[in-house]
C-alpha cells in the first residue's frame, strides 16, 4: 500500500534501494582490507649427518705403520714430516690423547728448532756472512715452511747476495782493466803529482751496481759527473766506455743509429776496449767502391786502323835508352 500523498508508482521504485546499498558498502569493504599473508617458506631441512666410521678399539695396522714413520722423522730431524703424520693419527683418532701429545711436542721442537736457526742467522748476517746467513734460514724454513717471515729474511738475504755477486764477467773485467789503468798512470805520473781521490771507487762500484740492473742512465749520468770533476780517473773512464757499449747492445737491433753513436763514443773513451771497434765494423754499412774506369784508347795514327794503333802505342810510349 502506497504512502498518502505519494503514487503508487514512485513507492515501489523505491523499496529495495537499501538492500543494493548494503550490497555495495560490502564489497567496498571488501576490496579495502589488506591481502592474506602468504605461508611462512618452510626452512631447509638439516643435511643428514655424516655416517660415522667405528674404527676398532686397538690401532690399525696402519696407525703403528705410521706412528713408526713419526718416530723415524723425527729421530732425522725431520720435525716438520713428523708433525703431519703425528697430526693425520690424530684426526684419525681424535680421542687418542697420546696422539695429541706427541703432535703438540713436535710443534714445540719445531718452534725451538727455527728460533735457534734464525738468531744464528741474523748473527751472521751482521758479520757480513751472507752465505752462512741464507744457510741458517733455509735450516728454519724446511722446520717450519709457512713461516712467512723467514721467507722475507730468506729473499732479502738473496737479493744482497746478488747485489754483491753483480761483479760478472763484464764488470770484473772492466774493473781489472780499470786498475791496471790506474796502475799505469800511477806509474807515469811524477813523484809530486796528487793521486786520484779516494772517491773515485765509490762512484765506479755504485756504477758498476747500477749497470748490472739496467740502469744504464744512471750509471752514465754518475760516471760522466765524476769525469767532469777529475778527468785522470781512468776507471770511471773505463768502465763509462763499457756502458756505453752495453747500453749500444741494449738498443739493438730496434734503435740502430743511436746504438752506432754510443758504440762510437766507448771506442773514443777507451780505445782498448775488446769489442766496440769490432762492433763498429759490423754496424757500419761497408763503403761503396767505385766502379774501375777504363783507360781510353790511343788515338788512331792517320793512315792506320785503331787495331794497328794499339799495337803501335806500347812502342812509341816505350821510354828511349
Not at 724446511?142 to 713461516?147: E, G, I, K, T, V
Not at 752514465?220 to 768502465?239: F, H, P, T
Not at 769490432?278 to 783507360?295: H, N
Amino acid at each position: 500500500m502506497s504512502a498518502p500523498g505519494y503514487p503508487a508508482t514512485l513507492s515501489r521504485a523505491r523499496g529495495p534501494a537499501p538492500l543494493f546499498a548494503l550490497l555495495a558498502a560490502a564489497v567496498l569493504a571488501g576490496c579495502a582490507s589488506a591481502p592474506p599473508e602468504a605461508p611462512a617458506p618452510a626452512a631447509p631441512a638439516a643435511p643428514p649427518p655424516a655416517p660415522q666410521v667405528e674404527l676398532p678399539p686397538q690401532p690399525t695396522a696402519y696407525e703403528l705403520r705410521q706412528r713408526e714413520r713419526a718416530t723415524a722423522l723425527a729421530r732425522e730431524g725431520r720435525l716438520a714430516d713428523a708433525a703431519l703424520v703425528w697430526e693425520t693419527l690424530a684426526t684419525i683418532r681424535p680421542g687418542v690423547a697420546a696422539y695429541r701429545e706427541r703432535l703438540a711436542e713436535v710443534n714445540r721442537q719445531i718452534e725451538l728448532g727455527v728460533t735457534e736457526r734464525v738468531q744464528r742467522a741474523e748473527q751472521e748476517a751482521a758479520r757480513g756472512r751472507l752465505d752462512a746467513a741464507m744457510q741458517q734460514y733455509l735450516a728454519a724454513l724446511a722446520l717450519q715452511p709457512d713461516n712467512g717471515r723467514v721467507a722475507d729474511a730468506l729473499r732479502s738475504i738473496e737479493r744482497e747476495r746478488n747485489k754483491r755477486s753483480f761483479l760478472g764477467k763484464l764488470s770484473r773485467n772492466t774493473l781489472t782493466r780499470a786498475a791496471m789503468a790506474d796502475a799505469e798512470v800511477a806509474s807515469a805520473a811524477p813523484a809530486g803529482d796528487a793521486p786520484v781521490d779516494a772517491a773515485a771507487s765509490n762512484v765506479t762500484e755504485h756504477a758498476a751496481l747500477l749497470a748490472g740492473q739496467g740502469e744504464w742512465d744512471e750509471a752514465i749520468r754518475l760516471l760522466e759527473q765524476r769525469l767532469k770533476q777529475q778527468r785522470r780517473d781512468d776507471a770511471a773512464r773505463v768502465l763509462l766506455a763499457d756502458v756505453y757499449f752495453q747500453k749500444a747492445e741494449s738498443l739493438l737491433p730496434r734503435q740502430r743509429a743511436a746504438a752506432i753513436a754510443l758504440i762510437e763514443r766507448s771506442a773514443r773513451l777507451d780505445p782498448k776496449h775488446p769489442r766496440a771497434a769490432q762492433r763498429l765494423r759490423e754496424l757500419r754499412p761497408a763503403p761503396a767502391v767505385a766502379p774501375a774506369v777504363a783507360a781510353p784508347a790511343p788515338a788512331a795514327a792517320p793512315g792506320l786502323t785503331p787495331a794497328a794503333a794499339t799495337l803501335v802505342a806500347p812502342a812509341a810510349s816505350a821510354p828511349k835508352r
